[in-house]
């Protein structure tokens, strides 16, 4: 009896790896992400199995080491698309050093993705990348460049409230604009063409935050105008993620004004904030002039 316990936990320790669900590839192999920009990684997944029924559809970790291992930065999501064996699905995501964050140190990093459900945990996968980690694969080499005032950088009006710390790694820092605005950003150099992304949230009351609408306000609302060009209006609660563009032969910097039709309270502070920055980065156009 000791000797078939002994030998059943003997093959549990060397079991052979659960089969892969899927092949990933990524372009392209080596990046570079200064401080304040944002770059662009194509992820290509192509089925090889079903997934389980009870299955909530998967999500893909992405997430940046530092040279010994460490998580710096995660850009997690949904997998785009249906799952079907044989299907690929082939999208492009996007990874960043947000302006509103300490900048990473500069040095040589791994970019390591996977695929995951919530209750059957990490699946395996086919990829040329190595394991970094248990079904973890590496997916590109990101260079993060030292320091240099050419790289984009903000500048806020007294408007704002100073940065805060986010709550995990893929919100590193945000910002509250205090009342209703109007708050300022000064944001360059820029080396146009390109796009300045703008992840921002308009809170929704729960727990001891509530939401005030101004009078004759149907639904919270903010708008961002910018110097550059064009002005982006978003309604309602949640995450918004935005794209301003930048035209060939704009001003080096850009000058975003952001102005909210609410005001958010809580227990907490008793002075009343609005809208919530949480990104800042610039993509340049590839090949841009």
């Known amino acids: 009896m000791a000797f078939a316990l002994a030998a059943l936990l003997a093959g549990g320790a060397c079991r052979a790896p659960s089969p892969a669900v ?50 710096v930065r995660t850009f997690d999501h949904p997998l785009p698309g249906d799952w079907r064996p044989g299907e690929e699905i082939r999208y492009r995501v996007r990874i ?22 919530r209750d059957d945990g990490r699946y395996a996968l086919e990829t040329l990348g190595g394991e970094v980690a248990r079904e973890e694969y590496r997916v590109a080499i990101v260079e993060v460049p030292a320091l240099v005032t050419a790289m984009p950088h903000a500048r806020f009006s007294e408007g704002w409230r100073p940065t805060e710390a986010g709550i995990d790694r893929q919100v590193v820092a945000r910002r509250k604009l205090g009342g209703a605005g109007p708050g300022s ?23 001891s935050q509530r939401v005030e609408l101004q009078p004759d306000a149907g639904m919270a609302k ?3 105008a910018s ?9 309602g609660p949640g ?4 794209e301003i563009d930048v035209p060939a032969g704009a001003p080096a910097t850009c000058s975003l004004e952001v102005r909210a039709n609410f005001l958010v309270r809580s227990g907490e502070s008793a002075e009343a904030t609005s809208a919530r920055l949480e990104l800042l980065a610039w993509m340049r156009t590839p090949g841009g002039a």
């Open 22 to 71: 899927a092949r990933l590839d990524a372009r392209p192999a080596h990046l570079r992400l200064g401080f304040g920009e944002a770059a662009e990684v194509e992820l290509a997944f192509e089925p090889l199995a079903a997934l389980p029924r009870d299955a909530r559809g998967p999500t893909v970790f992405l997430h940046l080491l530092d040279e010994s291992g460490l998580v």
């Open 185 to 207: 950003i000064q944001f360059g150099p820029l080396d146009g063409p390109g796009k300045i992304l703008v992840g921002i949230v308009v809170p929704a009351s729960g727990g």
């Open 96 to 117: 960043h050093q947000s302006a509103l964050a300490d900048p990473l140190e500069p040095g040589i990093y791994t970019l390591a993705a996977g695929l995951y459900d």
């Open 222 to 224: 903010l708008q961002i």
């Open 239 to 242: 995450a918004h993620d935005l």
């Open 227 to 235: 110097s550059c060009g064009g002005e982006i209006e978003v309604t």
